[in-house]
């Protein structure tokens, strides 16, 4: 297998973020699972899944509690979460292209040929995260792809 070098990927904590949502989302509602399950689950480091862990409950995607009866557990909120919802909470905004930064004008906008295409190229990525559910995602059998059509949603760039 070759080695990717590509930029345009997401980073670990992103893809460690969706395995702990989704594995959260298969569990029996209101049941908690610690820290090292979770770990252990999601073939991610202690140390590192804490961190993605704590951004997931900023987002209020996730609860965690201490003590006895302890342990991490989803929300509601984080069950009807999309993909694009948990990358963000953890990376921020994806963004192809600095020219595509929302609340930026760039200059070359309207005389850059390749402008459109990271323009589409951004909306289908977004369209396609968006579309995909955590809760779909943790209904999918293991390998398996999901059961449901994903209608794409227009996205502002």
Not at 24 to 38: G, S, T, V
Not at 42 to 52: D, G, H, Q
Not at 101 to 118: D, E, F, K, L
Request: include cysteine.
């Amino acid at each position: 297998m070759k080695h990717c070098n590509s930029s345009m990927q997401l980073t670990r904590a992103a893809d460690y973020g969706v395995r702990v949502m989704i594995h959260l989302a298969k569990l029996p509602e209101h049941e908690r699972a610690l820290l090292p399950a979770l770990a252990k689950a999601t073939e991610a480091p202690v140390s590192f899944l804490s961190k993605v862990l704590q951004a997931l409950s900023r987002a209020q995607l996730i609860v965690s509690r201490r003590g006895k009866s302890g342990g991490f557990s989803i929300l509601p909120r984080g069950r009807e979460a999309s993909m694009y919802q948990v990358i963000e909470a953890i990376d921020g905004p994806i963004c192809l292209n600095v020219c595509l930064v929302s609340g930026r004008s760039c200059a070359r906008r309207t005389s850059c040929p390749a402008h459109p295409i990271w323009a589409q190229a951004q909306r289908a990525i977004l369209d396609v995260l968006v579309n995909a559910s955590i809760a779909d995602l943790a209904a999918t059998p293991e390998g398996g792809a999901l059961s449901r059509t994903m209608v794409p949603v227009a996205i502002q760039s």
